[in-house]
């Protein structure tokens, strides 16, 4: 539509141009010049400001016109874009007769010139007038059927959306029923199983004490390995044999070739969700930067503080306002996703971004200092243990 709106803008300024080529020479009333160095003003006025009526615009444009066909009979051709005005801005009751009160307006104009009425004076605004009426209506055809289509396509993205949210709900939800079952019937039964073999060690003889007590070591050796797996299970594949930083510079890579992967601080061992909720991070981040941000530079920044480790993701795309959904309606989950998993963890997730000046994420997840190793520590059942 900016084109079409560009398009007829430029066709009424060079046919007004050329109607008033013969005035600007000197061989029109002086009175014609100046009124058409109005209308052009007022024409300009009304594309500039963009008023939701048009219609005292339009009234105005006419009028001074009308004012010019009756000076000089070379301004029938403005007629043509005032036409596509007349039934873009006005209600088919109305933009009909107005079109056809224009064209009676150039017949007259014609018949009043050297010359008199011919059938060619009639013909011409008369065509000139149904070919605008019939590329209107055309026009207004097509673009509905475009609105239509483009509705359609929003209530497709929707439903996916929808749909993708309740298969991550429904995945969840599966996941946590089935560790449920596993840690019932492994860990709990475990559990129950030590629970019951200690109490009666407290009330056997010295002997089958004993022999509860070295049950009880193999019933929590057999938990501890069932809870490894557990752990082993949950990890994704790209922290199973790899450190958090050379994951992170592998995913960025794989990502978004062209961001770049930034290392501060000492790396050192953090808890196994803090490094799966830092990998989804980036990976959620970047999915972003290459799906929307249509970004020049990106980085990705792990630094390793005392007593947090944090997580920047910047990138120098197209940017958007934080806050501000889609302008279509529908629900987005990432940054809702993001804010929640590092939540989960007692941190926080920074956004800031604007149109046009790209994306900054930020995310601070406090990392509880190593327990100092003491002597119990050292010996080689409880390393083994850990």
């Known amino acids: 539509m900016r084109l079409v709106g560009l398009a007829l803008h430029g066709a009424f300024y060079a046919l007004l141009a050329v109607a008033l080529g013969p005035s600007l020479l000197g061989t029109e009333p002086p009175a014609v010049p100046a009124l058409g160095l109005l209308l052009a003003a007022a024409y300009g006025a009304g594309v ?36 596509f005005h007349f039934l873009r801005a006005m209600p088919v009751r109305w933009s009909l007769p107005a079109v056809a009160a224009s064209t009676a307006a150039v017949v007259a104009a014609q018949a009043a010139a050297p010359g008199g009425l011919t059938a060619a004076k009639v013909i011409g605004p008369v ?56 840690i019932h019937d ?39 390995a069932e809870a490894r797996r557990f752990v082993r299970a949950l990890t994704p594949p ?47 981040a970047l999915a972003n930067v290459t799906r929307h941000a249509r970004a020049e530079h990106a980085a990705v920044t792990l630094s390793y503080l ?29 940054l809702h996703g993001m804010r929640e998993r590092i939540a989960e963890l007692g941190g926080t997730l920074t956004v800031e971004s604007a ?16 327990a100092p190793a003491g002597p119990a520590a050292t010996e080689p059942g409880a390393l083994e243990a850990a």
Do not use: K, M
């Open 238 to 284: 790209a922290l199973e044999d790899t450190p958090l930083p050379e994951a992170l510079r592998r995913v960025t890579a794989r990502t978004a070739p062209t961001a770049a992967f930034r290392l501060d601080g000492e790396p050192r061992a953090l808890p196994v969700e803090t490094e799966v909720a830092l990998l989804r991070l980036t990976q959620e």
């Open 48 to 83: 500039v400001r963009r008023a939701a009526r048009p219609g005292p615009w339009l009234a105005v444009v006419t009028a001074l016109w009308l004012a010019l066909l009756a000076l000089d009979h070379g301004f029938s051709y403005v007629a043509f874009p005032l036409f």
């Open 127 to 182: 065509a000139g007038a149904l070919v605008a009426v019939l590329t209107a209506y055309g026009y207004a055809a097509l673009y509905r059927e475009s609105a239509r289509r483009q509705g359609l396509i929003d209530d497709l993205v929707r439903t996916r959306d929808e749909l993708a949210a309740a298969q991550r709900e429904a995945g969840r939800l599966a996941e946590r029923q089935r560790l449920a079952r596993e």
């Open 355 to 370: 149109p046009g000046e790209g994306t900054a994420v930020a995310a601070a997840v406090p990392v509880r200092p190593a």
């Open 306 to 334: 005392d007593g947090e480790v944090t997580l920047d993701i910047y990138d120098d795309g197209v940017g958007f306002t934080p806050g501000r959904g889609p302008a279509d309606g529908r629900r987005t989950f990432g």
């Open 186 to 224: 492994t860990l709990a039964q475990g559990l129950s199983s030590i629970v019951l073999l200690a109490r009666a060690a407290e009330t056997a003889d010295p002997a089958t004490s004993r022999a509860h007590v070295r049950e009880v070591g193999r019933t929590a050796a057999d938990n501890l």
